[in-house]
């Protein structure tokens, strides 16, 4: 197992967010978590992180492992340089005044070695070659898809092994993320892990392998990606019928 989140409990302040629970990811897996708006989702990915308060919450029960191994005490750099994990946020959260190239070269700075580095940079612009045509534009000129897209190169470009995402199609025209899904596809194809947080829970379970649905804290289904497509209570809930 890649990744174990174990009975996890947090809280900022005294307000407690999630309420024990425990999901896992495999390696080469796409998982996704599903649920409303508050279910726990950005605070989950937020934990995984290890990013610390006042915007991520603190554990106060469980445990989070990677490779069997607790990362608690991990600090976020190293999450990132030593542990090979990349946060997409919310709202991409790209440098608007940078140029895309300068954003991308930003990214580098959280490598553990530099020795893959053209052979990244050349990744990112196969991937996306709209951010190769626009790399010396400044960032806050690209449309909403591009930003996301550089989003996504940003984190490649930390070299990482596994991704994080955060409501990746959210403001995307439907064309836009159909566009961004099937690159997380083929991302995953190629090796990489990735840990998806949506609300549009079809576009998502479609993508992802298996998945695990979020209520106000507390897990509230899991299986994989057809059982939760199929399961009627789902359905209703967050499929539209
Ligand atoms: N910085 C914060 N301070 C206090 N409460 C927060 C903070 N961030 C999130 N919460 C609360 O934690 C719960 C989970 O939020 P969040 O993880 O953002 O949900 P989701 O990403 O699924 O929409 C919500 O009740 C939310 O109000
Ligand atoms: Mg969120």
Do not use: W
């Not at 709202?91 to 580098?108: C, D, K, M, P, S």
């Not at 996306?128 to 449309?143: D, G, I, M, V, Y």
């Not at 194809?189 to 695990?212: D, F, P, S, W």
Request: charge should be neutral.
């Amino acid at each position: 197992m890649l990744l174990s989140v174990e009975n996890l409990e947090v809280k900022y302040g005294n307000i407690q967010a999630l309420h024990g629970i425990s999901f896992h990811v495999n390696e080469g897996e796409i998982v996704t978590l599903i649920g409303a708006n508050g279910a726990g989702k950005t605070t989950s990915l937020y934990a995984i992180a290890r990013l610390r308060p006042p915007e991520a919450p603190r554990v106060t029960k469980g445990d989070i492992r990677f490779r069997g191994e607790s990362i608690l005490d991990t600090r976020p750099s190293d999450v990132v340089r030593k542990l090979h994990l990349a946060l997409v946020p919310e709202g991409r959260r790209i440098f608007g005044n940078l140029t895309v190239q300068e954003n991308l070269q930003l990214a580098t700075y959280a490598r553990e070695k530099n020795a893959d580095l053209d052979k990244d940079y050349q990744r990112v612009f196969d991937l996306f070659p709209r951010l190769a045509e626009r790399r010396n534009q400044r960032s806050e000129s690209l449309s909403g898809g591009e930003q996301q897209m550089l989003a996504v190169g940003r984190a490649l470009m930390t070299g990482c092994k596994i991704l994080l995402l955060d409501e990746p199609s959210m403001g995307l025209a439907p064309v836009l993320k159909y566009e961004l899904f099937r690159t997380l596809k083929q991302l995953n194809e190629e090796g990489m892990t990735i840990l998806l947080v949506e609300q549009n829970a079809k576009l998502a379970l479609e993508l992802a392998h298996r998945g695990y649905v979020l209520d106000t804290g507390t897990i509230a289904a899991e299986g994989t990606s057809e059982e939760l497509l199929g399961n009627p209570e789902v359905k209703k809930a967050y499929l539209g019928g």
